[in-house]
């Protein structure tokens, strides 16, 4: 190509970007404050490697409401609770759609699964199914027996590994125990030798969680300057694979003996009826669902369910392990509550008061989800005298809600269960300072099953065990550092010794 042809090519797209840049930012005068975009990249380049936190700064000068231009989308950053009452809970149904990301059109069969859908009639036939189907409390109570089995096998490990002196990888531990659970309750079985489930899932979820620059600077899509697509390609293959293995199986099994009953269907199984009998509870799947429809679902419920509980554990032995005096008053309170019995039960967990002030205190602190999953605006709103356009994608970052001295007093930096003892402070109803399960319409549909893996596999790990870090290392020495991604785990394994308290 002449230069002269390649000068005018370049000329006209840089007077494109310009005209765009201009014009949005002219035509939304209206929008809330925040920091004066760059042509083409928008503010692309203030987000670092942490997001929440490179956030959290901005909206320190540009306040809870906060409009940022990423490339060429446009996105309101929420950042105190009473925002967040107004976005997911006032206008709820406004901002209840999902943007359309390049993650989710590969990982997700062209967004068919619930997480990334767009607020409609698929998305709500969607999450009915999977709530009435596996999310209910007496779907889920009916695995009861299953995961005492897998914290039997646990704790069983743990002892080993006591009486051996080992250091234990906790953050591998708390995933296999999880990954295990999870799988008996979608597959009928855990251990697969020709994959592994939690890898992938990990690897999913961080490509995810990363601001890939083809979805806001469309025109550089093409280019793959991050490696995202090439990743995104590759895992979906691999996800792929597992399914249709898993799928084929249950299909053949079905096929060569009688279907199994109700009863003793596991998750496969009834996406699989749903095709084969006409469902008037779900009518509306029934119609739709094929084989990527399931296999989307299906991706939703495992990485919903593995990657979330694993992290919040993670975060919550850390604690514990960095502060031996909540450690020990947690002890106390099993020590009472449950004594000697040989595991602590399901139905023990409702009267441990000072472990669920541990668990809220962490989703303070340590967000699995810091910034929630983006929401989209399905119209034009007036908000606070501000215009939020329709199609604002609204990031929720709800990391920097428990930093928030008005909120949490000045000693919002201190670890200290205790200040959940004299106020009704919830993540389950209608409060907004503690959203770590997301609230309105796109809250969390497994948050039960996941609270319940949570408490079984931490109050376990505490009532039996005492644990010690590796090298003689203090207490105080724990790296607390995390891994930004869709969750966002700690940067490196906690790694620690436990001594068997008989
Ligand atoms: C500790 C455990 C868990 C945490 C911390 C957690 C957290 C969250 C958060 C923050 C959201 C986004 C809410 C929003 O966008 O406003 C979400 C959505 C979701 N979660 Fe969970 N979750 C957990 C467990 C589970 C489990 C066990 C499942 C399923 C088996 C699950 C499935 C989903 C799905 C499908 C969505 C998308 C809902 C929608 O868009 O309609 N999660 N979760």
């Not at 009826?273 to 991706?299: P, V």
Request: charged share 25%; hydrophobic share 40%; proline share 5%.
């Amino acid at each position: 190509m002449y230069p002269t042809t390649v000068a005018v090519i370049l000329l006209v797209l840089t007077g494109i970007f310009f005209w765009r840049w201009w014009s949005t930012h002219l035509r939304h005068k209206n929008l809330p404050p925040g920091p004066v975009p760059l042509p083409v990249i928008g503010s692309l380049h203030l987000l670092g490697s942490l997001p929440h936190r490179s956030l959290h700064k901005l909206s320190q000068k540009y306040g809870p409401i906060m409009s940022v231009r990423l490339g060429s989308v446009q996105f309101v950053i929420v950042s105190s609770p009473d925002a967040a009452k107004l976005f997911l809970g006032t206008h709820d149904i406004v901002f209840a759609s999902r943007p359309q990301i390049q993650a989710a059109k590969y990982l997700s069969y062209d967004n068919k699964g619930m997480t990334f859908s767009e607020y409609g009639p698929y998305w709500r036939s969607v999450r009915k199914f999977c709530t009435v189907e596996l999310l209910s409390a007496t779907k889920v109570n009916g695995f009861a027996g299953m995961r005492r089995e897998e914290i039997g096998l646990m704790v069983e490990e743990m002892k080993a590994a006591a009486k051996a002196r080992k250091v234990v990888n906790l953050s591998e531990t708390v995933s296999w125990v999880i990954e295990g659970m999870v799988c008996r309750m979608l597959f009928g079985k855990k251990k697969d030798e020709r994959f592994v489930f939690k890898t992938v899932i990990d690897k999913s979820m961080e490509a995810t969680g990363i601001f890939n620059l083809a979805d806001y600077v469309p025109m550089l899509a093409p280019f793959d300057l991050q490696g995202l697509t090439k990743r995104f390609k590759s895992l979906s293959k691999e996800l792929d694979e597992m399914f249709e293995i898993l799928i084929d199986e249950h299909e053949k099994r079905n096929q060569a003996s009688e279907s199994p009953n109700r009863d003793q269907m596991d998750f496969i199984d009834i996406l699989l009826s749903l095709k084969q009998e006409y469902s008037y509870t779900h009518d509306n799947l029934s119609y739709t669902i094929d084989r990527s429809n399931m296999k989307a679902i299906l991706l939703d419920m495992v990485a919903g369910a593995i990657d979330t509980a694993k992290t919040s554990i993670e975060w919550i032995l850390s604690v514990l392990i960095k502060h031996p005096r909540v450690m020990k008053e947690l002890q106390k309170e099993l020590k009472t509550m449950v004594g000697d019995k040989v595991m602590v039960e399901e139905s023990d967990l409702t009267r441990l008061r000072y472990l669920h002030m541990v668990v809220k205190e962490t989703f303070r602190l340590y967000p699995v989800a810091p910034l929630l999953v983006p929401h989209q605006s399905m119209e034009d709103i007036a908000i606070n005298g501000y215009t939020i356009p329709k199609k604002t994608r609204v990031l929720v970052n709800y990391w920097a809600f428990g930093r928030d001295p008005k909120v949490w007093s000045d000693n919002w930096d201190e670890f200290l269960p205790e200040r959940f003892l004299d106020n009704e402070i919830d993540f389950r109803g209608h409060d907004f300072k503690l959203i770590q399960f997301g609230i309105g319409r796109r809250g969390c549909p497994g948050m039960n099953l996941g609270l319940l893996n949570i408490g079984l596999v931490v109050s376990n790990m505490v009532h039996w065990f005492d644990w010690e870090l590796p090298n003689g290392m203090s207490p105080t020495d724990l790296d607390m550092k995390e891994k930004f991604g869709l969750t966002t785990p700690r940067e490196k394994p906690l790694l620690a010794i436990p001594t068997y308290l008989v």
